[in-house]
């Protein structure tokens, strides 16, 4: 049967609790000093809390964590001394393994948005502990819980255990208290991931595998778990996904369809679905084994269509049926903080918690646009959309990158060349303006010389003028004499 995890790889299984072992103080993970047996520890927050609970003195219960420590301690005991420095017990080589991958770093972000408030968000460098990172962060942006100072890089499990444990034990009152002795035991499971099941019939629905346990972690948190791996009523797959209820039982269809067709539905060697779409050549077999192989062959085209576990359907499902707020997320084997935003427009976010992002301060958010995240932007923590100092950052290929260098050297020349066209023109402008005004200066100046020079011009005397007149009045038929002859002559001719 096949199991679906919150983790893409999972590494070697570690020995109950033994992984919550710290190496010897002063020495390295990996050192010779390290096939010492671990000294029990008596502090841990995940025994004490349900131990304070119960009123029960510690030397009646012991703890788990030091039974675990006692009985490796016996079994390396018992080795022989060349056996241990020539080949390090499975404990003591997990217990190293697990103190140096149980720290995770810390970013500071903005939260509230465009406030004045920092919080420290956990960030995940490897691949199993997305459950609870997920399950602090969301604790962190809610409020429930801080981390301190905020000046911190790093933090261990046991210091997040610690919070959660000192929150759950605050928070649960009266009939709760029962379950949270076992809610806590699972804390540390969740460092290697969480097997659960998604139902195809609700965006809230799953399904405990194995021991379970851990799904009770975040229900008495208070923290629903949704996915968006649904299917489209209308669509031809729908009823048969809802036959086999969960992701498990389709695979299990799948297996049982292609044993009835003699392996034409599943490649037997590696366990890879077929990717022909052929019709299935079946022998005798009934109505019941036939609508077995046909809802097979459903569910395969469904699986194969939608790889990254979210459907256009479920998408628009959550956009619309979700109150605002923080969930986490199932997706690709994953869970993430999903933030779900008043806004129409931009409705759902989740939490960039790549370790590879931990020093840039702008990326923050990732928008939720489609099921391949083809579409998606980075925002910060104010939601307004990043420009990474060098470029380039994950999720983008470098050619992307340097089309989009490229775009903005150009758009910053086009913007230089219409900038100095601008002031060429202005220059010329007013070189124009000033032109004019000193032709308008020179006219003003030739005019006022002009006047100047008439008036300087000698007018006739009153004598000259008066004699002049009596000469006119003396001969008064001296024109008119002189001109009719003329008038005359013309006449004749």
Known sequence: ???MTTMDTTPESLPPYEHQANPPAGEAPGSSASTTSPQPRTTSPIVSAPTTLEAKPATETPSVIDAAANASSKDEARQPPQEISQRPSHSTAAIARASRDAVWYLKPITWPPRSDKTVLIIMQSRNGPCSLICLCNVLILRGDIEIRP?????VSYEYLASLVADYLVTKMTGNEMEGLSAALSKLPSMQEGMDINSVWSNHTSFKQLGEGGELKVFELCGISLVHGWLADPDSSEYEALLRAEDYDAAMTAIVAADHLTNGQLVESDTGAIRQNEGPVSTPELTD?????????VLIRQFLDANSSQLTYYGLFHLSSTLSPGLYAFFRNSHLSVLLKTPYPDQPLYTLVTDSTFANEPVVVWESLEDVDGAASNFVDSNFMRSTTAGG?????????????AERAIQNLSMNDDLALARQLQAEEEQLAKEAARRREQRRKQENAAGSESRSSVPQPSAGSSARQSNRQNQEPGSHKVEKKPSKEQCILM
């Open 1 to 3: 049967m096949t199991t």
């Open 288 to 296: 019941e084994q036939k609508q077995v192989i046909h809802d097979a």
């Open 392 to 404: 380039d950052y994950s999720g983008e290929t470098a050619e992307t990158a340097l089309r989009e």
């Open 150 to 154: 905020l000046n911190r890089t790093s």
